[in-house]
């Protein structure tokens, strides 16, 4: 007989990863709506109210919610072990719940004080609590792949981001750093934006999309290799921000981070390339493409140290935040919740009836008719804004985050469809 | 196809209703999958032991492919004791398809 190996780990209660996921989809509604009426402020510097409540609203109540969501139910699957505390994943959407509101209202009226502050620190203490519990389940499994890693790391450089971002919000109020807070407002977006989603979605990536193509192509060397290129980057990034260097060394991170996305797309491409099943559902594609999305943000930021130290085109840090947030990261979150979600519900619904009469795949849990619809409004809305951001013409920008804020409806409905279905057997 | 068996006969009785065992992502029977790697028969005791792959240690049906198929060999022998072990030595490869497996993958 073959050796055996123990069962399957446990997954995790839906229940747990469930009200992320509904939250998450208000998020991206209110992202939307948001971006819709202040389209004006497009034309202005980035650091104003309604940009900084737009960007904390697609990067934290979007974005991070449906990732933390997504990776309690990932998570016992990476660690080959179980998930370490479901009371602290409740605890983790409780306080994030709350602060995430707090603190997007702050920024919506500039107020710096109680609500914003309250709302900076519930986020920590959710983010702290979401901290224990992926060192929990990872270090109580005796099985750390490099995946598992990804999703260590980013959890670290998260709370990293969600703590100076506090020390941020106080220091507005009361020095307690060296600078003012806007000086540091690029450590504290790039940590997010690469220690946080980047490294989260090539770790996860790297593991869902081969998985969902049906291909064995593995490569844990080349995932090490980016892995140290992205951390290499990050740091080196700060470092030289913080001691004030000429625009060209910047160059040096920008070219580290381009090689690490370059070789995770070079990853994809090869499990693409070794799929077993010929045929590639949307939502894959989807998410394939939003890795080809990933080097959109690169060329705006060579764009931006070329021309933003000789004060040209400042709207080039726009365009980069927008390719970010409403770029690479929505594009795959909108593939993936229709991969993963389709499975807790299935879950959840069927597994108890197998066997037990015809049941449907979990491709048939959610509206296809209309994600696709969902699908090209969001693109046409991405290209759109973005045309709008470069000639600064309101009813072009109007017209595209029209096109996104139809999108994350048809999203929020697609999310109620799924989360609400029911047994269909025959 | 190439199920280890002690009993040809009990076996293709069993792969009756385990050809009604879908993976429900691929949409393809656990058998034509190549799933199967080996089914005991014990009609002493009363016991069939049945020893299967995934596609991926990581798939997210995993626990319900197991559950259809421990529920598929109690129907085939009512009143015996069913294992469904999993392993993942050999690990699955394209290779255990069935041709008709192929077919329907598109290969």
Not at chain 1, 118 to 133: E, F, H, Q, R
Not at chain 1, 197 to 206: D, L, T
Not at chain 2, 15 to 28: A, K, R
Request: with cysteine; aromatic share 14%; glycine share 8%.
């Amino acid at each position: 007989m073959s050796p055996l190996i123990g069962g399957l780990q446990k997954t995790t209660n839906y229940k747990v990863v469930l009200p992320f996921y509904s939250y998450a989809s208000l998020g991206f509604l209110l992202g939307t709506i948001l971006l819709l009426f202040s389209t004006e402020a497009v034309g202005a510097h980035y650091f104003n109210p309604k940009t900084l409540a737009i960007t904390h609203t697609m990067a934290l109540a979007w974005g991070t919610m449906i990732i933390f969501g997504a990776s309690h139910q990932l998570l016992p699957v990476l660690v080959e072990g179980k998930l370490d505390s479901d009371r602290l994943a409740y605890l983790t959407f409780g306080f994030s719940a709350v602060g995430i509101p707090l603190l997007v209202y702050g920024f919506y009226v500039f107020d710096m004080g109680w609500p914003m502050q309250i709302g900076a620190v519930l986020v920590n203490i959710g983010v702290i609590c979401y901290l224990a519990n992926v060192l929990g389940s990872s270090f109580k499994s005796k099985h750390r792949n490099v995946h598992a890693w990804y999703v260590i790391t980013a959890t670290l450089w998260l709370f990293a981001t969600t703590f100076f971002g506090l020390l941020l919000v106080l220091n507005f109020r009361t020095p307690i750093l060296s600078r003012n807070s806007v000086d540091y407002l690029s450590i504290h977006a790039h940590l997010g934006i690469v220690g946080w989603f980047v490294f989260m979605v090539v770790g996860v990536g790297s593991r869902l999309i081969p998985m969902f193509l049906i291909s064995k192509y593995t490569n844990d060397g080349i995932l090490w290799l980016v892995f140290a290129l992205l951390n290499i980057a990050l740091i080196s990034f700060m470092v030289l921000y913080l001691m004030a260097v000429p625009t060209m060394l910047f160059y040096i991170p920008v070219i580290m981070g381009l090689t690490a996305i370059l070789l995770f797309g070079r990853h994809c491409y090869k499990a693409y390339q070794g799929r077993i099943r010929k045929s590639v559902d949307q939502q894959v594609k989807t998410s394939l493409i939003s890795v080809v999305q990933m080097l959109l943000p690169f060329v705006a930021l060579i764009l931006a140290l070329t021309f933003l130290p000789q004060g040209q085109f400042p709207r080039i840090a726009m365009i980069y935040g927008f390719c970010i947030f409403f770029g690479w990261i929505t594009a795959i979150i909108l593939g993936m919740t229709f991969k993963t979600m389709p499975f807790i519900i299935w879950n959840k619904v069927y597994h108890n009836k197998a066997h037990k009469g015809k049941t449907p795949a979990p491709k048939e849990i959610f509206n296809d008719r209309v994600y696709r619809i969902m699908w090209y409004s969001y693109l046409v809305g991405f290209i759109i804004f973005i045309l709008g951001i470069i000639i600064l013409n309101q009813l072009i920008l109007k017209t595209g985050a029209l096109a996104l804020l139809i999108a994350a409806i048809l999203y929020v409905y697609n999310v109620a469809v799924t989360a609400g279905h029911k047994a269909k057997q025959t | 196809m190439n199920i280890k068996t002690n009993n040809s006969e009990q076996c293709n009785y069993a792969l009756q209703d385990l050809y009604h065992v879908y993976d429900p992502e691929i949409g393809l029977n656990i058998v034509d999958l190549g799933l199967v790697y080996e089914l005991y028969f014990d009609e002493t005791d009363n016991k069939v032991v049945c020893i299967m792959t995934l596609t991926t240690q990581f798939c997210p049906m995993g626990d319900a492919i197991t559950t259809d198929t421990h529920n598929s060999l109690g129907k085939s022998f009512p009143g015996w004791g069913v294992n469904v072990n999993l392993t993942f030595e050999p690990p699955w490869s394209f290779a255990m398809l069935s041709p008709e497996g192929r077919e329907f993958l598109g290969q």
